[in-house]
C-alpha cells in the first residue's frame, strides 16, 4: 500500500465519496466551488479543502495532475510540501 492508500482506508466511506467527486470534477477541470489555494513557496503544488480533509496535488505545465497526499488537518499536514 502507498500513502495515498494508507489514507484513504483512515477515511470513512463517506469521506472516500466526497474525495472521489472532487477529484472527478478537478481532472474534469470543473473547479467552480472548490476552496483551492496554491501553497506558499511552491510554484506548481495546491491544496483543496472540504473540511478538515485536505487534498494536495501538483499540476505542472501541460496541466497533468499528481495526487501527493489525502488527509485529516493537523499540524504535520503541510510539513514535507
Not at 497533468?64 to 514535507?80: I, S
Amino acid at each position: 500500500m502507498d500513502k495515498i492508500e494508507k489514507a484513504l482506508a483512515r477515511l470513512s466511506e463517506k469521506e472516500r465519496g466526497i474525495i472521489a467527486t472532487i477529484l472527478h470534477r478537478l481532472q474534469a477541470n470543473s473547479l467552480v466551488g472548490l476552496s483551492i489555494v496554491k501553497l506558499k513557496g511552491s510554484e506548481d503544488i495546491f491544496r483543496i479543502r472540504k473540511g478538515s480533509i485536505r487534498i494536495i496535488y501538483r499540476k505542472n505545465k501541460n496541466g497533468d495532475l499528481f495526487l501527493l497526499a489525502v488527509e485529516r488537518r493537523n499540524e504535520a499536514t503541510y510539513k514535507d510540501f
